[in-house]
């Protein structure tokens, strides 16, 4: 078809991308040209609007290395990642689900660690946090053999791969669920931190007069075979960024209960204030799949 107005060039497109033998190829780029082609419309984007965009996109990529994932960062932001993971948990996003975004600081091959174990692996200020906790199915049951996955941000509000002063995978550690569906650590209460903000997601929120914290939290992830993968946050009760979180990735589920000790801490060499918490978690049955890790 020859475009002699600017409506007909939806429909070529549309038409166009038709013969691809993949219908759910065919049924995303529709859906995706079809709005896009809306967007552009609505706000009548200018083509100078243009050029900048397709510029924020390249940036995008040239801010993205080995240690730093500029692509997941914006989709944070803009509260894309989270509609995702709602979207596709909590009986498909019918009700409040224990999942959450995984973010741009997962890392793959984390060091197992046995249960009660440490994942401060090098000198880390903070209060000593003792973590318990539990997998059970939607019945109830309890789930063992869960490959638990578990990550943070020290108190100082950066992850080990941001800060050289940090040991390789520190606050980093893979643990096993016990026959009880249990397991246990020892870390720092983590601290809340502002995301990266040197590449085009900084320009974005400083753009929008938005604050770059995110409320202190832990990183779970929990795969089991015979079991959707479930990745979450658990969240620091009294953090003050708890209603803005600059990635939207609060829910209600996943606010804990961070409990000041009182008394001897559970280790003998704790002194001053700690912490404990204790979380129950809930896997869907289904398909187990891992997430590609956003760093190396």
């Known amino acids: 078809m020859i475009i002699t107005r600017q409506e007909d060039v ?9 013969r691809a033998p993949s219908e759910r190829l065919r049924t995303v780029m529709a859906s995706f040209v079809t709005h896009l082609h809306a967007f552009a419309r609505d706000v009548k984007l200018t083509e100078a609007e243009f050029e900048f965009a397709i510029d924020f996109l390249n940036r995008i990529g040239q801010a993205t290395n080995d240690s730093h994932n500029e692509g ?44 009660g174990g440490s994942i401060v692996r090098s000198p880390t200020p903070g209060p000593a946090l003792f973590f318990e906790g539990r ?17 943070q941000a020290s108190p100082a509000g950066m992850y080990e791969n941001q800060d050289a002063g940090q040991a390789d995978m520190n606050l980093r550690g893979v643990f096993d669920t016990d026959a ?29 007069l938005r604050h770059p914290y995110r409320p202190a939290h832990l990183h779970v992830l929990a795969y089991k075979p015979g079991f959707k993968t479930l990745i979450t946050q658990i969240f620091v009760d009294d953090d003050e960024h708890l209603e803005s979180d600059v990635v939207f990735g609060v829910t209600r589920a996943l606010i804990g209960d961070f409990r000041k000790g009182e008394g ?3 280790a003998a060499d704790v002194s ?25």
């Not at 912490?275 to 187990?288: D, I, P, Q, V």
Request: glycine share 10%.
């Open 135 to 151: 997998i059970r199915d939607a019945q109830g049951a309890p789930v063992p053999g869960v490959r638990v996955d578990v990550w």
């Open 180 to 208: 009880e569906g249990r397991f246990a650590l020892r870390s720092v209460k983590p601290a809340g931190y502002p995301v990266p903000t040197h590449g085009p997601t900084g320009d974005l929120l400083r753009a929008q």
């Open 72 to 115: 997941v960062l914006f989709s944070d932001a803009v509260g894309l990642s989270t509609l995702v993971c709602l979207l596709n948990n909590g009986q498909d996003g019918s009700t409040e689900t224990a999942a959450a975004l995984l973010g741009p600081f997962w890392r793959a091959n984390a060091p197992p660690t046995a249960n």
């Open 264 to 266: 001897a801490a559970p």
């Open 10 to 18: 939806t429909d070529v497109v549309l038409a166009a991308m038709d």
């Open 272 to 296: 001053g204030e700690w912490y404990s918490l204790a979380y129950t978690f809930t896997m869907e049955r289904g398909e187990a799949v891992l997430p590609h890790p956003p760093i190396k």
